[in-house]
């Protein structure tokens, strides 16, 4: 399994053959580094068929209505996020 300072992953087994890949996400606050992130990512996609919940603080948002405050600010990292997202 593979771990960084923005990713923890894991394998979840349950039941007696029940296995899914479990990443755990507390993305930079700084678009450089978080870049890393989503190529991490990218590289440890588990087999398609294999489960895998994605979760934590990504620390962007996929749509600017989703965000809190005065601020404004648009990065490429929210196309990267919706890429990853499946509703």
């Known amino acids: 399994m593979f771990s960084s300072s923005q990713m923890i992953n894991g394998l979840v087994t349950y ?6 890949l479990l990443s755990i996400i507390d ?11 989503w ?10 068929s294999m489960p895998w919940i994605v979760m934590g603080d ?3 948002c996929r749509y600017q209505n989703e965000k809190a405050g005065d601020c404004i600010t648009v ?8 890429f990853f997202t499946v509703n």
Not at 15 to 20: K, Q, V, Y
Not at 39 to 48: C, E, G, I
Not at 75 to 82: M, N, Q, R, V
Request: aromatic fraction near 10%.
């Open 58 to 60: 990504f620390n962007c």
């Open 39 to 48: 190529l991490q990512l990218r590289d440890n996609d588990p087999s398609s």
């Open 75 to 82: 990065d490429w990292g929210t196309s990267t996020l919706s």
């Open 15 to 20: 039941e007696p053959s029940s296995t899914f």
């Open 27 to 37: 993305a930079s606050n700084f678009v450089k580094e978080r870049s890393l992130l």
